[in-house]
């Protein structure tokens, strides 16, 4: 049997913020994995704020503390989201900058280990969500360029009502355990997660 | 409503290696916590087979990231099980180097966010025990010096059934759903826990 350790590197999202089980996406992954009879080592690195170059910083240093060269080490990324936000008139992270940041962090990530990258979910916010949708398209033409497999989340999260009403319910922004569930089970049903586990 | 970030730092114990439910101690509490309505930011920051010299090295890098200044955020430390394995006929860390480290990371932790610390929980090995037991009593002495609230469990989960029989049943380490559930309340009934959500 297969003991993988995934790291999960990005955001707020990725971090479950605003859940009361404390799981979020990832952790009801893992979870939901290790009930299927797999050992998974889970380590959330979620930060809440943190746009791709804040993430670009510090994502290595935690990555190779928690997975030694002798383990079955694994990499799923997200972030995006805090890039859109807009501060004094302009996003906190400018496109090409979030491009530039994404590809900085995925070309090395994917010479140390088996890498996904899932993308950022909508927010309660319609002008945002222009520009999340785009940066979603924008990475998923890069994920294809560099052969990591890229899932889309914006798109089939629109269509999820808890997520919306659950983050306008909460801060604006996060949503309870009705979204990040339906975020699980985007990656849980997507065929590149699937296939650490044959 | 206060709203927590919590810091978990120490070792695959706090990282809740091994539990099903991908939560260990840290996320069950934090989960309680948010199901009585606080809001909880929570860092689980555990790293597998991590001693003490290895978290003395990495633990502030990584609290700052997720930490700023205007948050209310909070440390609780676990550590110790990894430094009394041997290896070569010697422990991983001798006594004094350990409470070297330990007293080197209150020191500073203290100064920068209200800590707790957690003492390091029994292995299913008689010999080492004695050793855990040893260091779990000097850490009391080094918290009750800096006026850190300790919580010593290595008592408690020697009287729990679970603990000891899961991890032997899993990997001779680390326990399942049960062991951490025990752990999780005994941290819960703490009194310097519940303070911090009065």
Request: include cysteine; charged fraction near 20%; proline fraction near 6%.
């Amino acid at each position: 049997m297969k003991h993988l350790r995934i790291c999960f590197v990005g955001d707020s999202f990725v971090n479950g913020t605003g859940d009361p089980a404390c799981l979020g996406w990832a952790g009801r992954i893992c979870a939901a994995a290790q009930q299927n009879g797999h050992e998974v080592t889970y380590y959330n690195l979620g930060i809440r704020r943190q746009t791709s170059h804040e993430i670009a910083r510090r994502w290595q240093a935690e990555v190779l503390e928690r997975l030694p060269a002798d383990c079955d080490g694994r990499l799923v990324f997200s972030f995006g989201v805090n890039d859109t936000v807009y501060e004094d008139g302009q996003p906190r992270v400018a496109l090409q900058e979030s491009l530039r940041h994404a590809r900085e962090i995925l070309q090395l990530a994917r010479t140390l280990r088996p890498t996904l990258m899932v993308g950022p979910p909508p927010m309660p916010d319609d002008e945002q969500n222009q520009r999340i949708a785009w940066l979603s398209h924008q990475f998923a033409l890069l994920c294809h360029e560099l052969t990591i497999p890229y899932l889309d989340v914006f798109a089939p999260l629109l269509q999820v009502k808890d997520w919306n009403a659950e983050a306008l319910a909460n801060d604006g922004a996060h949503p309870r355990a009705g979204g990040y569930s339906a975020l699980a089970r985007l990656v849980q049903d997507w065929p590149a997660w699937q296939a650490w586990f044959d």
